[in-house]
């Protein structure tokens, strides 16, 4: 096995809205410290995510000290929002799930029901270990999610990238490809890998952190949004559909769980156990 490292780290501070690359980030229970701590959900308490706003993919979320959220968009005001104090709890529903969250100021609210053009709210998960479980189907007793889909993180490599661009390249709609890394939206993207040999990652190592890859990441219509305009083709889903069926699930990428915190960095190696 080549050497791998990380090549590059995300955080996404509201789900499904643009984040930031930093060259480190802290390792916690449920996630990279400030990802998916914040969701916008409508009037009836739906998370709301690029599956039904595909725009919330031009607005940036950058996070500030103290968990809190310096907010950007086309056409708004930067806005900066803080961390509410967690005196009452509000019920929102992600996947059908009830989770326990905080509502943030009516600034935010304001902000984001301007830019998408209906009525919603931003709300905060104050304490992730206490509100929310990694998907039960694959967790292991007291492990613990944001807001994330299901998982507290993602890894992808750009080895697997290529191989899913060149699929796309020789299929039906070659002009939708390459596709860039931002369609996945990962916490962490690995080089140095060989392709799709992220399936078989059973344990993975990064500085002083470690994780156990609890299964690959089934894909949705996101993927199929250009982060950068907001528009939607038929690519990866149509090819992955194609090449890349795992059980029922659409897969590219591993979704970990972190079993040992501490810190990664760009640069990091990467140290891999594979499934026997």
Same mark, same amino acid.
């Given at each position: 096995?080549?050497?791998?490292?990380?090549?590059?780290?995300?955080?996404?501070?509201?789900?499904?809205?643009?984040?930031?690359?930093?060259?480190?980030?802290?390792?916690?229970?449920?996630?990279?410290?400030?990802?998916?701590?914040?969701?916008?959900?409508?009037?009836?308490?739906?998370?709301?995510?690029?599956?039904?706003?595909?725009?919330?993919?031009?607005?940036?979320?950058?996070?500030?000290?103290?968990?809190?959220?310096?907010?950007?968009?086309?056409?708004?005001?930067?806005?900066?929002?803080?961390?509410?104090?967690?005196?009452?709890?509000?019920?929102?529903?992600?996947?059908?799930?009830?989770?326990?969250?905080?509502?943030?100021? +009516?600034? *935010?609210? =304001?902000? &984001?029901?301007?830019?998408?053009?209906?009525?919603?709210?931003? $709300?905060?998960?104050? @304490?992730?270990?206490?509100?929310?479980?990694?998907?039960?189907?694959?967790?292991?007793?007291?492990?613990?999610?944001?807001?994330?889909?299901?998982?507290?993180?993602?890894?992808?490599?750009?080895?697997?990238?290529?191989?899913?661009?060149?699929?796309?390249?020789?299929?039906?709609?070659?002009?939708?490809?390459?596709?860039?890394?931002?369609?996945?939206?990962?916490?962490?993207?690995?080089?140095?890998?060989?392709?799709?040999?992220?399936?078989?990652?059973?344990?993975? +190592?990064? *500085?002083? =952190?470690? &994780?156990?890859?609890?299964?690959?990441?089934?894909?949705?219509? $996101?993927?199929?949004? @250009?982060?950068?305009?907001?528009?939607?083709?038929?690519?990866?889903?149509?090819?992955?559909?194609?090449?890349?069926?795992?059980?029922?699930?659409?897969?590219?990428?591993?979704?970990?769980?972190?079993?040992?915190?501490?810190?990664?960095?760009?640069?990091?190696?990467?140290?891999?156990?594979?499934?026997?």
């Amino acid at each position: 096995m080549s050497h791998m490292y990380v090549q590059a780290l995300h955080v996404h501070p509201v789900k499904s809205v643009a984040g930031t690359a930093p060259d480190e980030v802290a390792v916690e229970p449920w996630g990279p410290a400030g990802d998916r701590r914040w969701a916008v959900v409508d009037i009836d308490g739906n998370v709301i995510t690029q599956r039904q706003q595909p725009r919330l993919a031009l607005a940036g979320a950058r996070p500030l000290g103290g968990g809190g959220i310096s907010l950007s968009a086309p056409g708004m005001p930067d806005i900066t929002v803080e961390v509410p104090v967690a005196d009452r709890l509000e019920p929102v529903l992600l996947f059908g799930s009830k989770v326990e969250t905080v509502l943030a100021g +009516e600034d *935010g609210h =304001a902000w &984001f029901s301007a830019y998408l053009g209906e009525p919603v709210r931003l $709300v905060h998960m104050d @304490d992730p270990a206490e509100r929310r479980s990694v998907d039960p189907e694959y967790a292991l007793p007291g492990e613990s999610v944001s807001l994330a889909d299901g998982y507290p993180f993602l890894l992808t490599t750009l080895a697997s990238l290529d191989a899913l661009n060149e699929l796309i390249a020789q299929g039906a709609h070659p002009g939708e490809g390459p596709l860039p890394m931002d369609r996945f939206r990962p916490n962490v993207v690995v080089a140095g890998a060989a392709a799709w040999a992220e399936d078989g990652w059973q344990r993975v +190592e990064i *500085g002083d =952190a470690v &994780f156990r890859g609890a299964r690959e990441c089934g894909r949705c219509i $996101v993927t199929t949004t @250009d982060q950068q305009t907001a528009e939607r083709g038929r690519e990866p889903l149509r090819t992955l559909a194609q090449h890349r069926r795992i059980g029922r699930s659409l897969a590219f990428g591993r979704l970990l769980v972190p079993v040992r915190t501490g810190t990664v960095r760009v640069g990091d190696e990467v140290r891999v156990r594979e499934a026997h």
